[in-house]
């Protein structure tokens, strides 16, 4: 079942058109995973997704009720989305003045109105998720910026978003903390949420997605597999951009297979 449509999505910025008509299917439950070169309009394409932008035409179904025209979106659907939608930032975006605890409740307590004591039932339960339940009652200063962006995770998935977003969720980590919160996206995968990831995570693509698809110039230049896109890219662009990665093989196992539930 498809959780997410879009077909020709196109964004300028006065004369210059960032994105040039970008169209991309996302299964339910599926993880697709967005790689490509620096000024490809990945994060644009991203932020277009749950309206940080707004895009200039195209279309845009999301779940099974929201259907929108990107060149008119209406009050119904620029709610839909926006609810039903969380994003993951590469600098976290967690509130300075606020506890872990606080920045995790904020996004149900304000915009959706749920009550403090079920918001707080549910920060918790997202925290422990993340391994960062014993840091609740400290502030993002007093934390490692791996530890911030596995609360910014918990925050995002306390909204139960249809469509979890992340744009290079480790490339503002130090290299020792980049694995910890690649651990925490593979557990937020393997329990069915379905995920668009920009990143240059080469191997986390590669065992990960679903899809992988690679932009470049503002268009999907390919798409499919990881084993199509890293084994076997048909695309000149693709092979001279991948070339300069070291990518581990994949075992035989489908992805599907590889996963494991996650026990917390």
């Not at 903390?177 to 990143?199: F, H, P, S, Y």
């Not at 999907?220 to 896109?229: D, F, K, N, R």
Request: proline content about 5%.
């Amino acid at each position: 079942m498809i959780e997410a449509q879009i077909v020709g999505l196109k964004k300028r910025y006065g004369d210059n058109e960032i994105l040039k008509g970008v169209s991309l299917n996302v299964e339910r439950g599926e993880v697709v995973c967005i790689i490509g070169p620096s000024g490809s309009g990945k994060t644009t394409f991203l932020r277009c997704l749950n309206l940080l932008e707004e895009p200039d035409e195209g279309q845009y179904a999301l779940g099974d009720t929201v259907r929108c025209d990107f060149s008119h979106i209406g009050n119904h659907e620029r709610r839909d989305i926006t609810r039903r939608t969380a994003m993951v930032f590469q600098s976290y975006e967690l509130f300075a003045n606020m506890t872990v605890l606080e920045n995790v409740m904020e996004g149900l307590v304000t915009p959706r109105n749920v009550p403090k004591n079920q918001a707080k039932a549910i920060a918790l339960e997202m925290l422990k998720k993340v391994g960062m339940l014993e840091k609740a009652d400290m502030y993002p200063v007093q934390l490692s910026g791996g530890q911030q962006q596995r609360v910014a995770i918990a925050r995002a998935m306390a909204i139960k978003p249809d469509l979890l977003l992340f744009d290079e969720p480790t490339s503002a980590l130090d290299p020792e903390l980049v694995g910890d919160v690649l651990t925490v996206m593979r557990q937020v995968a393997d329990e069915g949420q379905t995920m668009i990831v920009v990143t240059h995570e080469m191997q986390f693509a590669r065992e990960v997605a679903d899809q992988v698809v690679f932009m470049s110039g503002g268009v999907v230049v390919e798409s499919g597999s990881p084993q199509e896109i890293f084994d076997h890219p048909k695309e000149e662009r693709t092979r001279e951009f991948l070339s300069n990665f070291a990518i581990s093989p994949l075992a035989d196992q489908t992805v599907k297979e590889r996963r494991e539930p996650v026990l917390v």
